[in-house]
C-alpha cells in the first residue's frame, strides 16, 4: 500500500510539474483530450452524468444528453489545469482582470467588511476553486474537504490549494465547533450544497427529484446568525471567470427548527439549479446526487 501511495505521489507531482511548465493552451488541450477518453472508457461515470442529465430535465434527446455529458467531462478536465494555473497567475493585484462581478453592491459590502463572518454556498458548477481563490482577496476563506485515502497526495493537493487567506479544514473532525468558530472570526465559510448527505441529510427536491441535502449551511446560519450567500463562478474563456452572487440572505428562526432548515435549502437548491441551467456543460453530472435507480435506460456512448 505504501509503494502504490508513493507513485501516485510521484506521478501526481510530475503532472502538476508539467502544468506549471507548459503554456495553457497546451495543458488545457491534453486535459481535455484526457477527460473525453475518461468519458469513452468509463462506462458507470458516463451512465451516472447521461442518467442525471435526462432526469433534471436539462435534455431529453439522447444525442443532447450525449453532448452536454461528453462536454461536463472535459469541462473538469479544463477545470483542473485552471486552477492550478490561477494560483500563480490571478494575484490580489489583478484578479479584476481575469473575473467579471455579478455581485450586489451588499454582498460585496459585506465581503469587504472586516470582522463580519458569512456562510458561501455554492455547487459543483463552474470552477469553484477560483472562485474560492478571488473570495480570499476581500474575506479569509476557509473550504471544507475530504481527505485522501493517499496521504501523500493530500498534503501534495493541499499544499497546492491552501494560500495566506484561503485554508482548508476536514470535513469529518472532532471539533464539531470548528465551522462555527470561522464565522465568528468574521471568515467566509464555504460550503458545497449538492453531494449526496446520506441518511444524515434532509430530502429537498432539486429539479423536482428527492435528494438527500447536507443540512449544515442551514443550521449554521440559524445558529450563528450570520448572512448566506449563494455564488458560482462560471468559465467564460481560458482563465476568464464571472463570478455571480445572491443578496445577503439573512432568515429569521420561527421556532421550527425543521421547516426553518427545509426553507433554507430549499431556496439555496433552486440557486443552484438557476446555475446550472444557465451553464449545463460545466456542472459535474457524473456524481451520484440521486441514490435511486434512474427511471429509464441511459443513453449509449
Not at 19 to 30: E, K, S, Y
Request: a positive charge.
Amino acid at each position: 500500500m505504501r509503494l502504490r501511495h508513493f507513485a501516485e505521489y510521484i506521478g501526481l507531482r510530475a503532472a502538476f510539474g508539467l502544468v506549471d511548465r507548459l503554456p495553457l493552451q497546451r495543458v488545457t488541450a491534453t486535459a481535455e483530450a484526457l477527460a473525453s477518453l475518461w468519458y469513452r472508457l468509463d462506462a458507470p461515470r458516463r451512465r451516472t452524468a447521461c442518467a442525471n442529465i435526462r432526469r433534471s430535465g436539462i435534455a431529453a434527446r439522447d444525442d443532447d444528453v450525449r453532448r452536454i455529458a461528453r462536454a461536463s467531462f472535459r469541462h473538469f478536465g479544463t477545470l483542473a489545469v485552471e486552477s492550478l494555473k490561477a494560483s500563480g497567475a490571478i494575484r490580489p493585484d489583478n484578479w479584476r482582470d481575469f473575473v467579471e462581478l455579478a455581485v450586489p453592491a451588499a454582498t460585496i459590502e459585506l465581503l469587504n467588511a472586516e470582522g463580519r463572518g458569512v456562510i458561501l454556498a455554492s455547487g459543483h458548477i463552474g470552477n469553484w476553486e477560483v472562485a474560492a481563490q478571488i473570495v480570499s482577496y476581500l474575506k479569509p476563506v476557509v473550504g471544507v474537504t475530504r481527505r485522501m485515502n493517499n496521504p501523500y497526495t493530500d498534503a501534495l493537493i493541499h499544499g497546492r490549494k491552501e494560500r495566506d487567506r484561503f485554508t482548508l479544514t476536514p470535513k469529518h473532525d472532532a471539533d464539531a465547533l470548528r465551522f462555527l468558530s470561522v464565522v465568528k472570526r468574521g471568515h467566509a465559510l464555504a460550503l458545497l450544497i449538492d453531494q449526496h448527505a446520506r441518511e444524515r441529510g434532509m430530502m429537498v427536491p432539486f429539479f423536482g427529484r428527492p435528494a438527500s441535502t447536507h443540512t449544515s449551511p442551514a443550521l449554521l446560519h440559524l445558529v450563528a446568525r450570520v448572512p448566506l450567500c449563494f455564488g458560482y463562478c462560471l468559465r467564460t474563456g481560458p482563465l476568464a471567470y464571472r463570478f455571480v452572487a445572491t443578496e445577503p440572505l439573512v432568515y429569521a428562526p420561527t421556532g421550527n427548527r425543521e421547516a426553518d432548515v427545509r426553507r433554507i435549502l430549499e431556496r439555496l437548491t433552486a440557486e443552484l439549479e438557476t446555475a446550472i441551467r444557465a451553464a449545463p456543460e460545466q456542472y459535474v453530472w457524473a456524481h451520484r446526487r440521486w441514490r435511486e435507480p434512474p427511471p429509464s435506460p441511459a443513453p449509449a456512448a
